[in-house]
């Protein structure tokens, strides 16, 4: 079994749309998740981080995380063309190691 | 967000030539930089830690004679693929994060994508 399972896709969306993109983890242990974007042919960006169960809010983007459930999720709302990229879940025990999802790719069109 | 610089984005070599992949910080000193590898439509894989000033730590299963990392200085650190073959062909990113900051100051370069032919 994978250390962190993420669907790879692809998930494709009117723009406008809500999008949720998801990962679970085996390891109960980990204690920070994040989510990355990675264009096509380029590095990831970080786009949102959480430390602990519940949700986080910035701008179009929700994050929550169930530790419980061991699963964590990334909402976009209003979803646009330029969201389109591929969405890495990390998770990390906090010794600066991450470790990826296989990352799922969106496209959102017009 | 600060900056990560790799170079050279895309490098095409011959089989049994060495590739060296530079990763540089451009506006602050990265005490730890991490090279990861990444197939197609697949998730990143570390394959190793640097510390300026110390030796690579590896994963399990990189070979470390084959994947040589430099960590020199505090804005440079260097992978060298040494006689490529066609299996090492991948897209290599690198990563780095400050002295101060954590795992949300890490900052990706933008990738060099290694075709040996």
């Known amino acids: 079994q994978k250390e962190v399972e993420q669907d790879p896709g692809p998930l494709s969306v009117p723009e406008g749309a809500i999008v949720s993109l998801n990962c679970t983890y085996s390891n109960s242990a980990f204690q920070y998740f994040m989510w990355y974007r990675q264009y096509s042919r380029k590095g990831p960006e970080l786009l949102m981080y959480t430390y602990s169960s519940g949700n986080k809010e910035d701008g179009r983007f929700t994050a929550q995380v169930d530790k419980s459930s061991k699963y964590i999720s990334l909402f976009i709302r209003d979803s646009q063309p330029s969201d389109s990229a591929t969405y890495l879940c990390?998770?990390?025990?906090?010794?600066?190691?991450?470790?990826f999802g296989a990352g799922t790719r969106l496209a959102v069109h017009p | 967000g600060a900056v990560v610089s790799q170079h050279p984005s895309r490098v095409i070599c011959k089989s049994g030539t060495s590739v060296k992949i530079e990763c540089r910080s451009l506006d602050f000193q990265a005490t730890t930089m991490f090279w990861y590898r990444q197939f197609p439509k697949k998730s990143l894989m570390l394959m190793a830690t640097?510390?300026?000033?110390?030796?690579?730590?590896?994963e399990q299963g990189v070979e470390k004679d084959k994947f040589l990392i430099n960590h020199a200085s505090l804005t440079l650190s260097t992978l060298t693929v040494t006689s490529a073959h066609p299996e090492d062909s991948s897209f290599y990113i690198c990563?780095?994060?400050?002295?101060?900051?954590?795992?949300?100051?890490?900052?990706f370069g933008q990738g060099t994508r290694l075709t040996v032919v």
């Open positions: 990390a998770m990390s025990l906090g010794y600066n190691k991450l470790i």
């Open positions: 640097s510390n300026e000033g110390s030796k690579a730590t590896y």
């Open positions: 990563s780095a994060i400050s002295g101060t900051g954590g795992l949300t100051e890490a900052f």
